[in-house]
Structures are given as C-alpha cells and as structure tokens.
C-alpha cells in the first residue's frame, strides 16, 4: 500500500568502490520517484529523481534506475568518495506529496 | 534564490507545554508541507497546504497538533500539549505547484526535544 521498503538500513564501501541502494513499491500509480542525501543534523536534498516516463537517469557519479513493471528503483553511486557518506532516502510521488523509505546509511571509508 | 526558512532551529520543552514551529517556504512556491522526522526513520507527511488550503491533513494528530497558512505565504505548526513521543525534526518543505511530479525543497528542520 502505502509504504516504500528501502535496503540496506546501512552499507559501507570503500573508496572508490560503487554503491547501490533499492527501494520498492506497491502503487502502481506513483509516477515520481526522488532520492534525497541527508547530512547529519542538515536538511534532506534532492541529489537525483526519475519520473515513470523513462528508466534511467545518470548525473556524473549518480544513476537512478527505474523498474516501473518490478515497481522497483535504485540510486547507484560509482567511485564513491568520503564525503559521499550521509544518509540517503528514497521516496515516492503519491497525490503531490512523497512518501518516504526509512534511509540507507552509507559510510564511504577512505 | 533563497530557501526555505525555518525558526526555531532548537526547542526543548516539558511534556504537556505548547510549541509553535514557523516556515517561510520559497518565493512563489504554491505548496508548502510540514513533515514530521523521527530519528532513524524518514519524514513522515503530516500537512499540506495549496496555498492558504489544506489538500491533506491525514496524518496530522488533530487532537493536538495544528497548522495554518492563513495568507498563503508562511505558515506555523503548533503542538498543544507536547508529548514524549513528540521529539523528532519537524521540516517544512515547499514545491512550485505541488503537483505529484514537483520537486520538493527542504528547510533546515527544527529539533524538537520533549523531556
């Protein structure tokens, strides 16, 4: 229904390595689908998003994929660096608000 | 162009007392919502407003928490009286149109504790 499952809770990687996190959904009406990248104690901020007309987006080191059949997206980051770490949130488009994944902790160790 | 503005950043209080949260969202963006973040977890929806209107206020605890957007402009979130389980991050976001597609920016958040 409602919710958007989000994994792993926590993933750590070295640096330079690649780094994925997936979220799932049910409604099959959401048609918007943002990640957000939150500092600790800072706000969350929009670092990518993909609506449900294509299946893949890519900005530099950051790609989102889109599975709207599987109902299922991820956030892929390549040679992740230090300051890649914070906590990243998943969301889905529903009725112009979003829904939210619970947060993927990444910890990118140099 | 500036942001979404948030005041305060910190408040503590007692259980039972009254707080009051404020949003000035970005110039021109029609749509402002107040989310709810508990530690560990991501933002919770409680309001939204198109305009001076409410579009949803499903999940918002009406026995004691309330919002307003009297101009269309700004906007307050009170809780009255505080609970424990009140203590989270309550940010006020803002998009253009609020249509499903719309980004959605953030503000800086204001740290709610309840002792």
New interface residues.
């Given amino acids: 229904g409602e919710n958007v499952e989000q994994h792993p809770s926590t993933l750590s990687v070295q640096e330079g390595d690649s780094a994925v996190i997936k979220c799932t959904y049910s409604d099959s009406a959401s048609n918007y689908f943002p990640w957000y990248k939150q500092e600790l104690g800072k706000r969350p901020q929009l670092i990518i998003d993909i609506r449900s007309n294509v299946g893949e987006k890519k900005d530099q080191r950051i790609a989102v994929t889109l599975n709207k059949t599987a109902k299922h997206f991820s956030l892929h980051i390549t040679e992740t660096q230090p300051e890649d770490s914070a906590v990243y949130f998943c969301a889905r488009g529903s009725q112009g608000n979003l829904i939210f994944g619970k947060g993927t902790k990444l910890s990118v160790k140099p | 162009e500036a942001g979404v503005a948030q005041s305060p950043r910190y408040k503590i209080i007692e259980k039972r007392q009254s707080v009051a949260f404020w949003c000035n969202p970005i110039s021109g963006h029609a ?1 402002l ?1 107040w989310y709810q973040q508990i530690l ?6 409680l309001i ?1 407003f198109q305009n001076n209107g409410v ?2 206020d499903s999940q918002l605890p009406k026995d004691r928490f309330s919002a307003e957007r009297l101009k269309g402009v700004d906007s307050t979130l009170k809780i009255q009286p505080a609970k424990l389980e009140d203590s989270a991050v309550y ?1 006020c976001a803002s ?1 253009l149109l ?12 204001t740290r709610l504790t309840v002792l």
């Avoid at chain 2, 560990?40 to 929806?45: A, H, I, V």
């Avoid at chain 2, 609020?98 to 958040?109: A, L």
Wanted: glycine share 20%; hydrophobic share 15%; proline share 8%.
């Fill in positions: 749509t919502y560990g977890q991501g933002p919770k929806l939204q579009v949803d940010l998009s609020g249509q499903r597609t719309d980004t959605q920016y953030f503000g800086p958040g």
